[in-house]
Each structure stands twice: as C-alpha cells, then as structure tokens.
C-alpha cells in the first residue's frame, strides 16, 4: 500500500463547526524553588468533529495529560484557547466526560461502587441519579457489583467504574488519559472493544490519549501524533479501516501494519 492510499476518504462536513477546537495552546510550569521551568506542551492546534474518535499517540511524558487537563478545563493553558461547541473552556464544563490516567486516585475508596458512578450525577433528584448509575454499570458490565467497594474490585473492574462514571451524565465528549495502561493485556483489548462500542451505542465523540501505537490505529478515526516533549502534533493521520473493528482481523490486516509502520517511524524521527 502506497502512503497516499492511506488518506481519508472520509470528507468532513466543513459546515459544522468542530465539537472542540484547539488553537494554540501552550502549557509551562513554573520551576520550583527556583528551578528552570517545563513547556509541557508548545503551540497545539488542531479539532474534533462530532462524532469522531480521535486518539492523540506520544511517548511517555511528551505532555498528554497536561493537555487533557487543559482541554477539560481543570489546568488554565499559558496560551491559547480551547473551544468546546463554540465556547471557550474556562473551568469544568458540563458535557464533559474525563476518565483519568490513574483509576485508583480517581475513585473514592470510601464510597460503594454506585456512589462512585452517582458523583458524576450530583445535579440530578436522588431516584433520577440511582437510575442512570444503574444504566452506567449495566453498560460497562457491572450492575451486580454496585454495593462493593472499588478495592474489592480487580484493576480492570476498577477502571470499568471510572468509565461508568464519566458516560453517567452523558457526555457529549468523552476523554480519556491512557484509561487501559495499568491493566493486564488481555483486560485492556476487551476494554478498547468495550469503550468502542459504546461509543457506537452512546453517540458521544471520543478523545483518547496513549502512548501504544496500536491501541490508536485500533480506536481511531484519526491518530494525532505528537512529538517529544514540549509536544506539538507532528502528524494527524486518517485511519480507514473497516468498523466494527476485531482485535484479531484488524490488527492483522496489512492496512494496520502499515499504519504502525508509518507512526512508528514518524515517533523516531522527533
Ligand atoms: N504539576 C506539574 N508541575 C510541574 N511539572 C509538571 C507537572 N505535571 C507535569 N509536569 C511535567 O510536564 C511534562 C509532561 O507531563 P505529562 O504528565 O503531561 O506527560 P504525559 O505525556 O502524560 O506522560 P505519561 O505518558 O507518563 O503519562 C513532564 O516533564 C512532567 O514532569
Ligand atoms: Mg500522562
């Protein structure tokens, strides 16, 4: 297969405004105690349309859960702007979905799995809150497991409640920071199958970061590469391979390959 062979043919709707859009944006920490600084990531620019999975690859500390937390509106960027439907992200914005690089400091070791999943809800009457918990859990495979606590859960049930918990209030936008990276690797394919199909079912628009190449071919409509840190996108690469998609036959197909190959290759050149 030839490079070009490997553009979209997908045609975006330029007439729809992108669901996000990111212009600019520029993350330093400041140094302490009179340290030097960190640009954690340097003049990032790019969109998702509704509807899209898009899945933002870069090696380990290149920046993506800075960015992430800028995009949700927990961390200010220095520069730049983040737009969510047409509004600037200025603090957590509703509509917002976010699973967190680490489940175990996200859950609440004190609360029963359901009351962890109701913390997303907290708007809602108390009837309407038990309810869409229990359709949270029910989707990610885990309605009998409500009364438990989340360490008498394994990792991947665990990470199973964060997700329960982000798509509760049905977000419009789902993020998540490397939601499969501590689990084992079997717990993490039925989890990526697990998360695609939901997103098929929910119809919310999908943004998730990683540092495994495959994992981003496998979910993606496109991959956004990023470079080292301070990450800037080296490349946004349009994934056509068929949906649903297997871990088996897809990964095997020669089309997913070449995808590696290409991304591999663009991650060793910056
Ligand atoms: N609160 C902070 N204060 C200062 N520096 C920080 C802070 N958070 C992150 N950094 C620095 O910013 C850079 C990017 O970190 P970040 O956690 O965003 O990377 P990452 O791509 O998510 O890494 P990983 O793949 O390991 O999850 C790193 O050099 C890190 O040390
Ligand atoms: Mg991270």
């Known amino acids: 297969m030839t490079e070009s062979s490997l553009a979209s043919t997908a045609t975006p709707d330029r007439d729809v405004p992108p669901l996000l859009s990111v212009s600019g944006v520029r993350k330093t920490y400041a140094g302490t105690g009179g340290g030097a600084s960190t640009v954690a990531i340097d003049d990032l620019t790019f969109t ?12 380990s500390g290149c920046g993506k859960t800075t960015l992430l937390r800028c995009l949700s509106g927990l961390l200010a960027p220095t520069s730049g702007t983040v737009e969510f439907d047409g509004r600037t992200v200025a603090g957590v ?16 070791p004190w609360l029963s799995v359901r009351a ?17 918990a229990e359709r949270s859990l029910r989707h ?14 394994s990792g991947g049930m665990q990470q199973r409640v964060a997700i329960a ?31 695609l199909d939901l997103w098929v079912e929910a119809g919310w628009t999908g943004l998730l ?7 981003a071919i496998f979910m993606a409509d496109r991959v956004l590469v990023l470079s ?38 663009l991650i060793g050149q910056h």
């Open 48 to 59: 998702v349309d509704k509807g899209e999975f898009v899945v933002i690859v870069g090696p």
């Open 93 to 108: 914005q509703a509509g917002l979905g976010v699973v967190f690089q680490e489940y175990t400091r996200s859950l609440m």
């Open 116 to 132: 962890n999943v109701e913390l997303g809800l907290h708007r809602l009457p108390k009837a309407e809150r038990r309810e869409q």
């Open 140 to 153: 990610v495979g885990l309605v009998e497991f409500g009364d438990r606590y989340p360490w008498q859960l």
């Open 165 to 195: 918990r982000a798509i509760s209030a049905d977000p419009r936008l789902l993020m998540m920071d490397e939601p499969f990276a501590s689990v084992d690797a079997q717990t993490r394919t039925s989890l990526e199958s697990m998360v």
């Open 209 to 215: 970061v990683t540092h495994d190449i495959d994992e």
């Open 228 to 265: 080292q840190r301070p990450s800037r996108v080296i490349e946004a690469i349009d994934i056509v391979l068929d949906r649903p998609r297997d871990q088996l036959e897809t990964r095997a197909s020669p089309e997913f390959q070449e995808y590696r190959r290409r991304i591999t290759a």
